[in-house]
């Protein structure tokens, strides 16, 4: 009735909807869509509360980006795309054997070019728990595509996970077509004194004259391996 067995059919469903509106896109693309629309708040228009944790606000290692809204997902506006070998990269980044590559990748793969900045829309920064001061600096990278109709300016707009400072490069992206990929940095700055907890913002591309909203989670979290 809930959760992620429940999530799987919806999302495979509407994934299969877009495909046919937008034969077109990879399945990144169709993921991103889904994801960059999302609505983190609730149908009262409040935060989205988190059932199996005391009905707190969830964090998006709950709700990922939120829930899904197909309408709103036929036209995202940017795609954070990615091809099959960047996700191939990806794995090769994560320190498996060869034979536990294989199993995932299922067919004859190149691993030449490891690395673990997938272009993904949305953004994770793990620090390791320290003794007095917890510093962390990352920097990531991301390409988005214009699929919206032609010419457009995106500003963003950030909500800052609680003791981090975010920097974003540049400040507007101007397609002139439809197609165009442009490409941006997020620096996120964390530093704390206090107890591992997980903070968490976001970050949204916003069209300048548009109807279109692009974004993205933003979480800062302790390392699981890191008790
Ligand atoms: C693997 O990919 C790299 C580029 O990332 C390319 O230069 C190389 O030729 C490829 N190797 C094979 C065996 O296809």
């Known amino acids: 009735m809930s959760g992620t067995s429940m999530a799987c059919p919806h999302i495979a469903g509407i994934a299969a909807l877009l495909i046919a509106a ?17 609505n983190p708040l609730d149908n009262t228009g409040e935060p989205i509360k988190d059932m199996g944790f005391d ?3 969830a964090t998006p290692l709950g709700i990922g980006a939120g829930h899904v809204d197909p309408n709103r997902a036929l ?15 990806l794995v090769c ?13 299922r067919s004859s ?30 920097k990531f990278e991301r390409t ?6 032609g010419v457009a300016t995106y500003r963003y707009k950030l909500e800052t996970p609680h003791g981090s400072t975010i920097k974003v490069s540049p400040e507007t992206l101007v397609f002139r077509k ?10 996120i700055r964390y530093r704390s004194s206090s107890d591992s907890e997980v903070t968490y913002g976001s970050i949204t591309w916003v069209e ?20």
């Open 22 to 38: 937008h034969p077109e896109w990879s399945p990144a693309a169709v993921q991103s869509a889904m994801m960059t629309t999302a």
């Open 55 to 57: 009905y707190r606000v």
């Open 75 to 89: 036209d995202p506006g940017l795609v954070y795309d990615a091809t099959p070998q960047d996700y191939v990269n």
């Open 93 to 105: 980044s994560m320190n498996f054997t060869p034979e536990q590559t294989k199993t995932i990748i």
């Open 109 to 138: 793969y190149n691993c030449s070019n490891p690395s673990a900045d997938l272009n993904y829309p949305s953004f994770m920064a793990l620090y390791e728990v320290q003794a007095k001061t917890t510093r962390l600096t990352r």
């Open 144 to 149: 988005v595509t214009n699929v919206g109709n």
């Open 178 to 187: 439809k197609n165009e990929k442009l490409s941006y940095s997020l620096t």
């Open 208 to 227: 300048v004259n548009g109807l279109h909203k692009v974004r993205s989670p933003i979480v800062v979290s302790p390392g699981v391996n890191n008790d």
